[in-house]
């Protein structure tokens, strides 16, 4: 359901007769549609940042920019809909760090096991140079880097047993996003890591294809994956954020100042998402509580311990290490 060609095509056409149904009818000759991709469903944090953000493109620009958000991987998942925005034929797309550590190895350093030491330490990076830095850094490779959103941190869940230490991960497939650094992440803590796309987690849980994941609070619940593997020990180990970005083939074909309002709009849509994702992360905990779930609070240094080897071998330029320097320096 989640990567089907099918409905990607129609979205894909509803997108056409939206636009034409917001004009009225007629075309503008002088609108500009634009869609964006978000592998969450609606109502999550990151959907409605983009849509706060369309509001505010489509009353800024008198109803020229329309910007249509496309939920719940109606069009693919993280890593296919990146392809088709290199491509440019989708314009903008909300996803993970990870899928793009394949992409542009400065996205690594984020998305290092243990890189921040707090959800403000990671605000006060992305909103800093390091977070400038990586995001220019997505212009070669036909990214257009707006924004970094919260994606709060990232614990393992089971549907077996706690991890009360990473000795417990030992013998379980743990299911990780699509970058090899994950895969090392999981092995370097002695699981089995099974890259798998966020769609298809939930009847792996249910299938026993995998033994548990990671993840935040809002996508433990917003997912279900609670109700199917109850185990969830606050190992707190990525704070990697998310990111919104820019097909740069579109970019191009703006002009200068719409370029500027889209910077201005995605900017002023981080504090938006901040509000919507701390509300989120609490209702979400609250949600997962009440279905009677447990959660464990492991004491975190061994498992920081045993990624070690993880930052050697990803940090394998002395301008990673320097950015990984920087992001450590930051006092926050
Ligand atoms: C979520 C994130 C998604 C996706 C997902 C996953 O926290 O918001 O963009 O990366 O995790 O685990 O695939």
Aim: charged content about 20%; hydrophobic content about 40%; aromatic content about 8%.
């Amino acid at each position: 359901m989640h990567d089907n060609p099918v409905t990607r095509r129609t979205a894909l056409k509803a997108g056409l007769s939206t636009a034409l149904i917001a004009t009225g009818g007629c075309s503008r000759s002088d609108q500009r549609v634009l869609r964006s991709s978000d592998t969450h469903p609606s109502g999550y944090p990151t959907v409605e940042a983009v849509r706060h953000m369309s509001e505010q493109l489509s009353i800024r620009s008198d109803g020229r920019l329309q910007l249509k958000v496309y939920p719940g991987a109606v069009l693919g998942d993280e890593k296919g809909t990146l392809e088709i925005t290199v491509f440019g034929g989708l314009d903008f797309n909300r996803v993970n760090l990870a899928p793009l550590n394949s992409i542009a190895e400065e996205t690594l350093v984020p998305s290092l096991p243990f890189m921040f030491r707090s959800i403000a330490h990671m605000r006060a990076a992305m909103d800093g140079a390091p977070g400038q830095a990586i995001l220019k850094a997505l212009e070669p490779h036909g990214l257009i880097g707006l924004s970094f959103y919260d994606s709060g941190a990232r614990s393992f869940y089971t549907t077996s047993r706690f991890i009360r230490e990473p000795a417990d991960l030992k013998g379980l497939k743990i299911r990780v996003q699509n970058s090899d650094l994950y895969v090392s992440m999981v092995e370097a803590l002695g699981g089995d890591a099974t890259p798998m796309a966020f769609g298809e987690v939930y009847q792996g849980l249910l299938q026993g294809v995998v033994d548990g994941a990671e993840n935040n609070w809002p996508s433990y619940e917003s997912t279900r994956h609670f109700e199917a593997a109850q185990f969830y020990s606050l190992t707190r180990h990525v704070m990697a954020p998310e990111v919104l970005l820019m097909s740069a083939r579109s970019w191009r074909k703006l002009s200068e100042d719409d370029q500027q309002l889209i910077r201005t709009c995605a900017t002023e849509s981080v504090q938006v998402m901040r509000d919507l994702w701390d509300a989120r992360v609490e209702k979400s905990r609250q949600t997962v509580m009440a279905a009677g779930n447990e959660v464990y609070e492991p004491d975190l240094v061994p498992f920081q311990k045993q990624v070690g080897p993880v930052w050697d071998r990803y940090l394998s330029t002395p301008a990673l290490r320097a950015l990984a320097d920087q992001i450590q320096a930051l006092e926050a």
